[in-house]
C-alpha cells in the first residue's frame, strides 16, 4: 500500500525546500557584517610614524580604496586600477612641479585632475560623501601611501591646498 | 510530639503571621488619614504637596518643546526587516500585477487578429489571477508606507520635499489603473473587441506609467540628481531622471514580465496536477507552457539591461559600483549565479521533457545531451568565484586566495562568456521545441538550415574570441568587450528566429503536439521555475538597495538610525526566504481567488481545449 500525499502538502514542500534550499546557499558564502564607518580622531601631536599604521588601517577598511587598489600584483594588464607598490618612490615624479605629498594629496582630493596613462578615471574624491575621510585620515592615507617605496615625510601639521582651511 | 500537633502548630504560625501582616497593613495606611472630624475644605500638608507636584507636572508638560523623531521602533524584528519585508511582499505583487496585463494584452491581440478563441480564453484566464492580486498590492502599497511614515519620519520627510509634486498624479494614475483593470477583468466578453483590446492598453500604459514614477523615488535613493551637496531640492526633473531611473525602468519591465510568466506558469501548473480530465490537462499544460515561454522569452534579454544598469551605477559612483562587484556584495552575485544557473537547467529540462508531447521528436532529441553538456560547463563557470574560503595552509597551498587554475574562471571575462553561451544554448532549445513535429518544405530549407548554423557557431565564436582576448589585453580596453559580446547574441537570436519563421512557413507537420500528455514532473518544475524567480527577485532586490549601506540617499542623508550597518548574505538570505514563503502562502488564496472566478462567457474548460 503506497501512502498518497496530498497535492497541496506536495506543493508546499517543493516550494518549502527551494526556499531552504537557496537560504542555505546564503549560509554557505563569506559572512561579514559591515558597520558605518566612524571619525577616526587623530591627535595633532601623532608622529609620521604613527601615522602609519592608522593610515593603514583607513586604506583597507573606511577609505575602501583595496577594493580597487592592489599592492604588489605587478603589471597593468589585468588590473582595473593601479597597483600602489612602490607609489612612495614614484609620486615625486608624476606631475612636473608636484612633490610626493601635493601629488598623492591631489590623487585624493581631486583624483580626475591626473588619471595614471592606461586607467580609466573611477576615484572617487574622498573627502566627499559617500566616504567623507576628513582632512587628518587624508593626511594619515598620504603618510601610509609615503611608506610603500618611499620615505614619509607628511606630518599632521603639513597643509594641504585643497583642505578645509589650506593654503 | 506527634504529627497531628506538628502541622496544627505550623498552620498556627502561618495564620499569625497572616494576621500580624494585616494589622500591619492597616496601621500603616491610616497614617496620614484626614482626621474623621476635620472640615472636608481643609487639606493636610501632604495633600497640599501632593496637588503641587502636579501642578509643576503639568506646567512642565505644558512648556515641553515638540521634538520630531528621526527614527521610531519596530517590536522583535526591527524597523528595517519590517519594511524590506514589506516592500518586497509590495513589490512582487506589483509586479505580478504590471505584468500580467502585458502578456494577457498581446495573447488577446494574437486571438483577435488570427480568430483563434484559444487565445482569447487563455488572455482571460491570466487576467482571473490579477483581481485579489491588485488588492494585495494595494494592501501592502499602503502596509509599506505607513510604516515608512511611522518608522522613519525623517527620511520621508526629505522625500515628500522632494518629491512630493509627483504625489498626485501617482494616486490618480492608480485610481486609472483600478478603473481600467476592473473593466478589463469584468468587461471580457461584454464590450466589442477593439473596446476590450483599448481598455487593456491603456492598463498597460497607466501600469507602466504608475511603476516609472515609483522608481524615480527609489532610483533618487540610490543615485540621487538634481539636489545640492546639502540635499536641497534644485531641480525635480533632474531628481526624477536620475542615473539609474531608466536602467531601472526597463530592467523591471523585462523582469516582471518573466517574473509574471513564472508564476501564471506556476498557475497552470497548479490547475495540471489537479485536473481530473483529460481535457482540462491539455489547456492547463498549453497554459503553462505559454507562462513558461513567456517568463523565459524575458529571462534572456535580462542579463543585458542588467549590464546597462550596472554600467549607469558605476558611471554615477565608482565606489557603489565596487562596493557591488568587488566589495560587500560580491559574494551575492554567487548566490545569483547559483540562482540563475538552476533557472536555465530547470527552463530547459521542461522544454526537452516538452518535446517528448510530439510525435516526431526523435530527430532532435539527440541534441539534447550537448545543450545538457554546455549549459551546465557555463553554469559552473559563471558560478566561480575569483577568491575562495579557505584556510590558511589551503592559501599556502594555492599562493594566494585565487585558486592557481580556477580562479581564471572567476574574473569577467570568463563570466560574460558563460552567460552569453549559456543565453545561446536555451535559444537553441526553444528552437529545437519549435521545430519539433515539422519538416519546412520551402526550396531554400538546406541554405537556411545553413545559415542559421552559421549565424549560431560564428556568434559563439565572436563570444568566445573576446572572452579569451580579454586576458591579455587592459582592463580599460577589456570591460568594452561585453558590448559585441552581447551584441553578437542578441543580433545572432533575431537573425535565427526570422529565418526559422519563414523557413517553416507553411511546414508540412510529420506529428501531433499531444498536449496534456506530460509527465507530473513538469509541473513541479514550472513551480521551481517560479519560486526560483521570486527568490531572485528578492535577492535582487535587495543588492539594489543594500548598495546605498548606511545612506537613506547615498551620498546625501545618511542613516543614523541603529540598523544602519549592512547585514551579513547570510541574513538577508533568510529575510529573503521568509518573504517568498509569506508570498508564496498569499499566492495560494490568489489561486483559490481565481479558481472561483468561473469561466465568463467562455463556455466551459472542456470546450476551449
Known sequence: ?167 | MTRGKLVLGIIGALLALVATVRIAQWLVGGEYRTPQRADEAQTTPRDQGLADERAADEKADQARPYVPPDYRPFPKIGSRVAVWVLAQLHLLFAAFVLAVPLFAFIIELIGYVTGDKRYDKLAYEFTKLLSAAFSLTATFGAFLTFALVALYPKFMNYLMEVFSPTFLPYVLLFFFEAAFLYSYYYGWGKFSPRVHLFLGLMLNLVGTAIMFIANAWLTFMMSPAGVSEKGALLSLGDAFMNYTWMPINIHRMIANVAFGGSIAGAYAAFKYLQAKTDDERAHYDWMGYIGNFVAISAFLPLPFAGYWLASEIYAFSQTMGLTMMGGAFSWLFIIQAALIGNLFLAANYYLWLGMGRIEGVQNYQKFIKYLLIAIALCFAVWATPRSILASVSEVRAMGGSTHPVLGYLGVMSAKNTAVNILILSTFMSFLLFRRTGKEATVTWRRAGNLAQQAIFFGAAAIVIFYGIYGYFVEARVRIKFSIPQVLSVLAAMALITVIDVFLYRGARRTGEVRWGRLPRISQYTLIFIAVSFTWLMGLMGYVRSGLRQHWHVYGVMRDQSVDAFTPTLGFATQVVSVTVLVFFALLGFVFWIASLAGDHGHGDTEEAA
Request: charged share 15%.
Open chain 1, 1 to 167: 500500500m503506497t501512502l498518497r500525499v496530498p497535492l497541496l502538502f506536495r506543493i508546499a514542500a517543493l516550494v518549502a525546500g527551494t526556499t531552504a534550499l537557496y537560504a542555505y546557499i546564503g549560509q554557505l558564502v563569506p559572512q561579514k557584517e559591515v558597520q558605518p564607518p566612524q571619525v577616526i580622531e587623530l591627535p595633532d601631536d601623532l608622529t609620521t610614524q604613527d601615522m602609519i599604521p592608522i593610515g593603514a588601517q583607513i586604506f583597507q577598511g573606511k577609505g575602501l580604496c583595496s577594493t580597487c587598489h592592489t599592492i604588489g600584483k605587478g603589471g597593468s594588464a589585468g588590473l582595473r586600477f593601479p597597483d600602489l607598490d612602490g607609489i612612495g618612490s614614484r609620486a615625486a615624479t608624476r606631475i612636473e612641479g608636484l612633490s610626493d605629498v601635493e601629488y598623492l594629496g591631489q590623487s585624493l582630493y581631486e583624483p580626475d585632475v591626473f588619471v595614471v596613462p592606461g586607467f580609466n578615471p573611477g576615484m572617487p574624491v574622498m573627502n566627499k560623501p559617500p566616504l567623507e575621510l576628513t582632512d587628518q585620515e587624508i593626511l594619515a592615507v598620504i603618510a601610509y601611501l609615503q611608506s610603500l617605496g618611499g620615505a614619509p615625510s607628511v606630518t599632521m601639521q603639513t597643509e594641504l591646498r585643497w583642505a578645509a582651511g589650506g593654503s
